[in-house]
């Protein structure tokens, strides 16, 4: 059994394509749900008035490697989306150990199991973990800095990206001093309601897990918990919350939260601590964990449906939708015949027949067409 026939086994059928076209988890990343992934035939992003500016920091040419690493890595730009590349290597010590299983299944003593399943899936879990998943934490990433900054700002591999969504002045609420989030005269709740006006009803109110852990440990809030979910993996609490109408004095000179039942100042919040993976700049081979959304502030997400408004004249009047990820085609997969979506492959490089690569790219770039159904509610520490 020769890699070549487990990549030929894998890639059968278009299967490698497929996987790498998976939607992320829905219950482990959140991005999806307020800009669904969409496959488009063009470059070019209609983003209302979004402004896209590329600034190279370093020459890459146009035929340059793919980066190696534990981490997707930003390398080119298609026109108006960003350009994902991933290339990675099974390791020496997952090497190592899948020579130890391959071993046992030669000597017969890995029972029902084979040569072939081993490498299959150590092949398929090298694609899977160092590739697809690499590209969902990266398109996370922009979505959410999208959806919480209204903004990126990313350099990777020597290459920025520059996106401003034009979000409204009005729809950026600043929260400083006692005012602020851990404050004793917060602005949480007047925000939150101000925000809710402005977008015309939220259909997600966000924020990281540790902003979200602050909003219920201040007791100026007021806030009863009515429910308190978990994702499978801990990466998105949903908090459902109602405000009180009184403090109590405990007797010692503070105050506790007196129940009176009133449920007509409510809300859900969702905390979320998702992580991503990127190489650290200042320790080369290492690796650091970059949070999807910044603590401090809270993104308050309007409908992102495109319904119908009629006119006074009776005219049809189109009301843009918040927006979408757009994926664009690439031109690795256009090659090879595959025209939309992500292009992904293995591959045993010729000079050594015994080393597994895997490779993934990805043109996508986050589009908010219509930013004033986003208002960020922004506190000092």
Do not use: C
Request: aromatic share 6%.
């Amino acid at each position: 059994m020769t890699w070549a026939q487990v990549i030929a086994g894998l890639s059968a059928g278009r299967a490698l394509i497929e996987i790498a076209n998976t939607s992320p988890a829905a219950a482990e990343y959140l991005g999806g749900r307020f800009l669904p992934r969409v496959q488009r035939p063009d470059y070019d992003v209609a983003g209302g008035q979004m402004e896209i500016r590329s600034v190279m920091a370093g020459h890459v040419g146009m035929d340059s490697a793919y980066p190696q690493g534990s981490a997707i890595q930003l390398r080119d730009y298609g026109h108006k989306t960003a350009k994902l590349a991933q290339a990675i290597e099974l390791g020496e010590e997952p090497a190592r150990n899948l020579q130890k299983l391959l071993l046992l299944a030669q000597a017969g003593q890995a029972q029902g199991r084979s040569v072939q399943d081993f490498m299959g899936e150590a092949g398929l879990n090298l694609f899977n973990k160092g590739v697809v998943q690499s590209l969902d934490d990266s398109a996370e990433y922009l979505t959410m800095q999208a959806l919480t900054r209204a903004k990126i700002d990313w350099t990777f591999n020597g290459r920025r990206l520059l996106v401003d969504y034009g979000l409204p002045t009005a729809n950026r609420i600043s929260l400083t001093g006692t005012a602020k989030f851990s404050g004793s005269a917060s602005g949480f709740w007047k925000a939150l309601t101000d925000a809710e006006k402005l977008v015309k009803g939220s259909v997600g109110v966000v924020m990281s897990q540790n902003t979200l852990q602050t909003i219920l440990d201040n007791v100026f809030h007021r806030i009863q918990i009515v429910s308190d979910v978990y994702s499978p993996e801990r990466n998105i609490r949903t908090v459902q919350i109602r405000k009180t109408q009184a403090l109590v004095s405990d007797g010692s000179g503070g105050y506790v939260i007196g129940s009176t039942g009133d449920q007509q100042t409510s809300a859900t919040l969702i905390g979320y601590g998702r992580e991503g993976q990127i190489i650290d700049p200042s320790t080369p081979g290492e690796t650091i964990g970059v949070q999807m959304v910044p603590d401090n502030v809270i993104a308050v997400i309007g409908r992102n449906s495109s319904n119908e408004l009629v006119s006074l004249t009776g005219t049809p009047l189109p009301q843009q939708a918040l927006g979408y990820y757009h994926v664009a085609p690439t031109v690795e997969g256009t090659w090879r015949g595959e025209a939309l979506g992500r292009w992904g492959r293995l591959y045993t490089p010729e000079d050594n027949p015994y080393l597994l690569v895997a490779e993934g790219v990805e043109n996508g770039l986050p589009v908010i067409r219509n930013a004033e159904r986003l208002v960020l509610i922004e506190s000092e520490a």
